[in-house]
């Protein structure tokens, strides 16, 4: 199997090192891979390693990494609060971000744009934590044993050069990316949610 960058560190520390590589990738704001591609290149290149364990670890280190940026943010929200004044937001509009902070965890959105406002905003942490957690770990258990079934097929066309099928889907992944737009799609969704959300106080 393809000796990849971080294969020492899952070898020596299993599950540790994949939640500790996952972390300190995700920790560089703006671009960080997908954790689904992550769950799923693990999930091949260790078919020995139980897969809901791979999904929980990729989960957690990238919540833990992004729970540094909303700790940073949530300081500075602190901060423009003694200059600016408290000025809280709303319990729909609190809401509406908790449920975009799972959108944005269980998609290939990009997450920074929820995940500072819900900081500078002064979110609870303990919520905000938890509602990205749930986001990754639909989407990285379930690329696990989507990783894990592919290689099954590709193990026997490849071999030991299956890391050739691994570079093949990141690029992949890289072009959906680039074609998609994703900061539009943003603007739509958040959009929608904000009309649902007026529509239903309209209505009481």
Avoid: C
């Amino acid at each position: 199997m393809n000796q990849t960058g971080y294969h020492p560190l899952i070898v020596l520390w299993g599950p540790l090192g994949i939640l500790a590589f996952t972390f300190i990738v995700s920790l560089v704001p703006f671009a960080s891979p997908s954790n689904a591609l992550m769950a799923a290149l693990i999930a091949m290149n260790f078919p020995q390693m139980d897969r809901v364990l791979i999904g929980v670890s990729v989960a957690l280190g990238a919540t833990l990494a992004k729970t540094v940026h909303f700790s940073a943010s949530y300081g500075v929200g602190k901060l423009l609060e003694r200059k600016m004044g408290d000025e809280r937001i709303g319990k729909y509009g609190r809401l509406t971000l908790y449920l975009m902070n799972f959108v944005a965890a269980a998609t290939p959105l990009p997450d920074e744009w929820i995940v500072i406002p819900m900081g500078l905003g002064r979110m609870n942490p303990a919520l905000f934590f938890l509602t990205y957690l749930a986001g990754k770990l639909v989407i990285t258990v379930p690329a696990a044993y989507i990783g894990r079934g592919i290689s099954y097929f590709v193990e026997g066309f490849l071999g030991e050069d299956m890391w050739i099928f691994s570079l093949i889907v990141g690029v992949v992944i890289a072009a959906i990316f680039i074609l998609i737009d994703f900061e539009k799609l943003t603007e739509k969704l958040a959009k929608g949610l904000r009309l649902k959300g007026s529509d239903s106080r309209e209505a009481t």
